[in-house]
């Protein structure tokens, strides 16, 4: 179930159309959301899999949705995906069902149950392994300057970092001051030892001057490593260099890592022979969650008689999940990530 919006388009011209399904909007979000989908199916058709999808367009409408759920039985299938927004999947799952549901996108304010799978990693469960990393290079170099930039949703984590750190630099984010001043940063900085930053925030604009700030302040005396407790997927945006981060030997936590294998070299050029164009990450994302999922069952026969199958791992996500009767199926799985020249490094391996 995803907010095609199909009614919605209006279709005066196939150029009109065209320009409409390149914009990033709810309709082409669930179409690349949905060709990850059937790239999987596919493929575990092929391997005798045998996959049948149903597609329901929820228009993004709370009473489009009670009209699909009072109008038909899913309790007769294998596994439900979506509603993608996650209003509307509290809205639709607000009844027990018995078929397992999945929200793949969002995560955030989500109703649990028994049947509900979340196929991310809690952020306390990254985050608390960023720490434990933390604290393991502590040990191995006691004798560094650290400084904290943090907006004010990181404030958790900003205290945890002082309690290791008590002499700490402290750079305050908030909606007035949003930018780091680069003389601040230049002052606050130590030569002749390493100088570790921690970026705690989620922000993509900010991230992308934070680190081209540091870069700029890098010399022969002064080394500057960045690190940030804050799971976040905006580090794979364009406007972020991977050589900056390279330069600053970046490690974060993160749901999925870029592949550069000829494995994923070649389903980027299956996908785009299938539909005329590249994976997104929204495709991959997808892809990788469903076949997992389908996989799991077509094996074990249900989700919960999977979980002995422990990790696995796929194009850029992996999972491991864990149940519990009061809050479903959680993946426990992730990366910690660390840029070391152009290269993204798996710290975990």
């Known amino acids: 179930m995803a907010p ?5 388009i209006i279709i005066d011209s196939t150029e009109q159309v065209n320009a409409y399904l390149k914009e990033q909007n709810l309709t082409t979000i669930s179409i690349n959301f949905y060709n990850g989908i059937l790239f999987a199916a596919d493929e575990l058709n092929k391997k005798n899999i045998s996959v049948e999808i149903d597609v329901y367009d929820t228009d993004n409408k709370i009473d489009q949705i009670k009209n699909l759920k009072n109008s038909n039985d899913f309790n007769k299938y294998d596994l439900i995906v979506g509603p993608l927004i996650n209003r509307n999947y509290n809205a639709f799952f607000n009844t027990n069902f018995k078929t397992n549901s999945v929200s793949p996108l969002v995560y955030d304010d989500i109703t649990l149950n028994s049947k509900t799978i979340i196929p991310v990693a809690n952020d306390s469960l990254k985050r608390e392994r960023m720490f434990k990393i933390i604290d393991e290079l502590i040990l191995k170099n006691e004798d560094q300057c650290a400084m904290i930039i943090s907006d004010s949703l990181n404030k958790k984590s900003k205290n945890k970092l002082l309690k290791r750190f008590p002499l700490a ?5 908030n909606e007035i001051n949003n930018s780091v001043d680069p003389k601040i940063t230049d002052s606050l900085l130590g030569s002749y030892k390493e100088n570790w930053v921690f970026l705690e925030t989620k922000k993509s604009n900010l991230i992308s001057s934070v680190t ?5 302040q890098i010399n022969n005396e002064r080394k500057i490593r960045l690190f940030s407790t804050v799971s976040n997927e905006n580090y794979e945006n364009s406007n972020i260099s991977y050589e900056k981060l390279g330069n600053l030997s970046f490690m974060y936590p993160s749901n999925s890592k870029p592949n550069s294998s000829d494995e994923f070299t070649e389903f980027q050029n299956k996908f785009l022979l299938k539909f005329g164009k590249y994976p997104d990450r929204i495709s991959i994302k997808s892809y990788d969650v469903i076949k997992d999922l389908l996989l799991r069952i077509a094996i074990s026969k249900s989700l919960k008689n999977s979980l002995y199958i ?3 791992k796929l194009m850029q996500n992996k999972f491991n999940y864990e149940y519990n009767d009061k809050f479903g199926f959680q ?6 990530l660390r840029h070391e020249d152009l290269d993204i490094i798996d710290h975990q391996n």
């Open 4 to 8: 095609f919006k199909i009614e919605s």
């Open 169 to 173: 630099e402290i750079i305050d984010l």
């Open 212 to 216: 081209s700030l540091l870069n700029s």
């Open 310 to 312: 422990g990790e696995t």
């Open 331 to 336: 993946n426990t799985s992730f990366f910690i």
